[in-house]
């Protein structure tokens, strides 16, 4: 099914492409770059938004933060945040690989630090793939700085499933997965569905 999906969708740019294989080859978790379908998905999401800031919380390889970016309108800007600062040079050489990197300003650290230097700044969407341990907090950090009625996607949600399976709960990923959805779905500050897409993705709107 998913083989009939990627061959019935626009096509994975040739850059991004490249940026999936060698992240597979090059890194230790390489199963966490976006991906086609989701890759596409998050452009089109972009297109019927029309967001003039977008937030980022979780860069990896840059992959995410490129299909946002070629869904902006110009003049458009997406800030993504990665912590681990070993991506770095490969980020940058991806951002530099594309006509849409200019769209993306790169910040290192965590999260829950640099965002407070916003100050009074807003975003119209965030996208949020950070340490799934601390999902609830980077999730509370990021709506802050979310403008009312913006949105913010949520990934990993079903967490490779292991969200109802019981063995898997005394894992501290998982635990902090099972936490974010449990207390999201009593959050009446938002609206929130979760596509059962890839690995899940939670759409939330801010009331």
């Known amino acids: 099914m998913e083989e009939y999906i990627l061959r ?14 060698e992240a597979h080859l090059k890194l230790l978790h390489g199963f966490m770059v976006s991906g086609h379908l989701q ?18 919380i979780g860069t990896y390889t840059g992959y995410s933060a490129l299909c946002i970016a070629e869904g ?22 991806n951002f530099g690989r594309s006509p849409f990197g200019e769209r993306i300003t790169l910040h290192l650290g965590d ?5 407070p230097r916003f100050a009074d700044e807003f975003f119209d969407l965030a996208f949020l793939d950070g340490d799934k341990r ?49 207390r999201l779905v009593n959050d009446h500050r938002v609206e929130k569905v979760i596509l059962p897409l890839r690995d899940g993705l939670t759409l939330i709107r801010k009331k």
């Open 134 to 182: 601390h999902y609830w907090e980077m999730y509370e950090t990021t709506l802050a700085k979310l403008k009312r009625g913006g949105f913010l996607l949520a990934d990993n949600t079903l967490w490779h499933g292991k969200v109802v399976e019981k063995e898997a709960a005394a894992e501290r990923q998982t635990q902090g997965i099972m936490e974010f959805n449990e």
């Open 8 to 21: 019935h969708i626009d096509e994975e740019p040739e850059l991004l492409r490249e940026i999936h294989r």
């Open 72 to 93: 902006l309108e110009e003049g458009a800007e997406v800030h993504t945040i990665e912590i681990d600062d070993e991506l770095e040079e490969i980020i940058r050489r």
């Open 111 to 115: 999260a829950a630090e640099l965002l």
């Open 39 to 56: 890759g596409r998905l998050l452009k089109m999401l972009v297109r019927m938004i029309n967001p003039l800031r977008v937030l980022e």
